[in-house]
């Protein structure tokens, strides 16, 4: 799957805020270094440089045209190109954070104790995932998906629901978060701009691996379909913005 990191950045304050507000969460930390894994375009892993001057920052992504744009920015951040399932540290570090990525995961109940298990002795785990797969956008998704004669294509790349309840990651990190385990859910209201904008915004995220597989003619009849859907799940507001609610958990687990 290609990324479009012009795409994904469109509503960039809305994706960015999320992950600012899990950094702010992070607070003491063991000597080590700071990964950020699926560190997109680079943006939080910059933060982390900045707010710890002194240790190395490592941006993993397994995308190279984020990358990319990542490194188009100078920072003293290393770029790594690797697949999170596969990417393991070179030393414990302190802090393993990750904003919006590890829904595109599988295997959380195996994936994240691996990677407490690599934090150094009291180190971090901080991620942030999106938890609204039951929402109007995402249904709509997967019914225009499997209403066209792209079905058989589409349908085994449909994602029902990637993420647990907050309970389920409770359970397997509890035993392994001895310094601390903080799990909460928050709905953001975006607020968006623009024609068909809750189209825009999964056409950076969600969408995107459904679009690949098309021909470019399969891909503008989806997207028509889809829009008209969306348009009726969303309707624009007296002031001709389109609300889109979309909740996320967060997990802060100390080792």
């Not at 999170?84 to 295997?107: C, G, K, M, Y």
């Not at 690599?118 to 209403?147: I, K």
């Not at 997207?223 to 009726?232: I, Q, S």
């Not at 996320?248 to 687990?253: D, E, L, S």
């Amino acid at each position: 799957m290609a990324w479009d990191p012009a795409q994904y950045l469109k509503f960039s304050d809305e994706r960015l805020r999320p992950g600012s507000d899990l950094l702010a969460r992070v607070v003491e930390l063991p000597a080590g270094a700071v990964a950020d894994l699926g560190c997109g375009t680079g943006v939080h892993a910059r933060a982390m440089a900045e707010r710890w001057p002194e240790r190395a920052v490592l941006g993993v992504d397994s995308s190279s045209e984020m990358l990319r744009q990542a490194q188009a920015t100078p920072s003293r951040v290393r770029w790594i190109e690797a697949d999170l399932q596969r990417w393991r540290p070179e030393a414990p570090p302190a802090l393993i954070f990750s904003n919006a990525v590890l829904q595109w995961v599988d295997h959380h109940n195996a994936l994240l104790p691996r990677l407490m298990a690599a934090l150094a002795p009291g180190g971090t785990m901080a991620l942030q995932m999106p938890r609204n797969f039951d929402a109007p956008s995402h249904v709509l998704m997967r019914e225009t998906a499997v209403e066209g004669p792209w079905a058989p294509r589409l349908e085994p790349l449909l994602r029902h629901d990637p993420v647990g309840a907050p309970a389920l990651y409770y359970d397997f990190l509890v035993p392994l978060a001895q310094g601390g385990l903080d799990i909460w859910e928050t709905e953001y209201l975006h607020v968006l701009s623009g024609e068909d904008a809750v189209l825009n915004w999964v056409r950076g995220s969600a969408l995107r691996p459904l679009l690949d597989p098309l021909t470019p003619p399969e891909r503008a009849e989806l997207e028509r379909l889809y829009a008209a859907k969306l348009r009726v799940a969303y309707p624009k507001r007296a002031d001709g913005k389109t609300l889109l609610p979309f909740r996320r958990i967060f997990i802060v687990a100390r080792r």
